[in-house]
């Protein structure tokens, strides 16, 4: 079935930096495209990036322009998001999305602060 396991979480300083990853398995990895989502408490969840299947278009939200990258490495079916200079309003729940259907990951938590 399909699985996607997020990893690379934590506790991290303002203006720190963390690496996410998410394992995909169980459908054709290359052929879809994946975003991150993530949800603070009491708030909806919202899209933080996207990246097509070849990896050749990303989008950001305007929080994170400039600050977050995401990638993929479909040889290992992974998608990544590499955080810099977090800040606080960072903090949430992060989720990897296969993007057009209801498969989501179990969530990381990512919490920045001092």
């Known amino acids: 079935q399909v699985q996607l396991v997020e990893s690379g979480g934590g506790l991290v300083q303002p203006g720190g930096s963390l690496r996410l990853s998410c394992a995909a398995s169980?459908?054709?990895?290359?052929?879809?495209?994946m975003a991150w989502v993530r949800q603070s408490p009491g708030k909806e969840r919202d899209l933080v990036a996207s990246?097509?299947?070849?990896?050749?278009?990303?989008n950001y939200a305007d929080s994170v322009k400039g600050r977050f990258t995401i990638s993929r490495d479909n040889a290992r079916a992974t998608v990544y998001l590499q955080m810099d200079n977090l800040k606080p309003e960072d903090t949430a729940v992060y989720y990897c999305?296969?993007?057009?259907?209801?498969?989501w990951g179990q969530g990381t938590q990512v919490t920045v602060s001092s």
């Open positions: 999305h296969r993007m057009g259907t209801a498969a």
């Open positions: 169980g459908f054709a990895f290359f052929t879809y495209s």
């Open positions: 990246i097509t299947s070849g990896g050749e278009v990303t």
